[in-house]
């Protein structure tokens, strides 16, 4: 499986010639998800979804299709009849031949004054784990972890003590956009150092195979 890292926390997994990308938010590229067959979207925050985004990846797609969260689906569902499907936690299902599983249901706690609204993580595979914004640990062994490593709802002590919790072979920095070049060493040593597990960075358009 060839993994892309596009801006901040939008992933582009490609496999058999088929192409699948998480979170294509406001914050990443705008053509960020098209070319893809499937595209999945943790939640409704502007930096994980983005309309535009999606309108352009399906009109450029006939057979594209969405899976997300229901507050998600009804903002574009009607726009793209039988090509947005509602998901949540403990579903299954396969997207461009990738299977997928389904796991979590809250967004974390920014501030306890703001009300939380409803996240799903996605399991790629049985491999490759995108939480969203929250700190999910799937009930499965995960061997690459998309690591949200920077977010106004997480201090790096909760970062390093979710990778100690999945303990994932690998750990790729997500979630990054407001994170500046100054602070990135400080968060690659102290999660490489503490986490357990391997800690990679790519730059926006720089792939792996995982």
């Not at 060839?2 to 192409?19: Q, Y």
């Not at 031949?97 to 979590?104: L, T």
């Not at 809250?106 to 969203?132: C, E, K, M, Q, S």
Request: include cysteine; charge should be negative.
């Amino acid at each position: 499986m060839k993994l892309t890292k596009k801006s901040h926390s939008c992933v582009r997994l490609e496999k058999d010639g088929r192409t699948l990308v998480l979170d294509p938010g406001g914050f990443s590229e705008t053509d960020a998800a098209v070319g893809a067959e499937a595209i999945l979207v943790t939640h409704e925050h502007p930096d994980h979804f983005n309309e535009e985004r999606l309108r352009a990846a399906l009109e450029a797609n006939p057979d594209a299709e969405i899976w997300t969260l229901r507050s998600v689906a009804e903002k574009i569902s009607t726009a793209f009849p039988g090509r947005v499907h509602t998901v949540g936690h403990g579903d299954t299902f396969t997207a461009a031949g990738f299977d997928v599983q389904v796991h979590g249901e809250l967004h974390a706690v920014i501030h306890p004054d703001i009300p939380r609204i409803t996240n799903v993580g996605y399991l790629i595979d049985g491999r490759v784990f995108h939480p969203g914004d929250a700190l999910t640990v799937p009930d499965h062994p995960v061997e690459t972890l998309m690591l949200p490593v920077m977010a106004p709802w997480s201090k790096i002590s909760e970062v390093i003590d979710y990778v100690r919790e999945v303990k994932p072979q690998r750990a790729y920095d997500i979630h990054d956009a407001l994170l500046t070049d100054l602070a990135r060493p400080i968060y690659d040593n102290q999660i490489g150092a503490l986490g357990g597990s391997r800690h990679l960075r790519l730059t926006p358009g720089e792939s792996s195979e995982v």
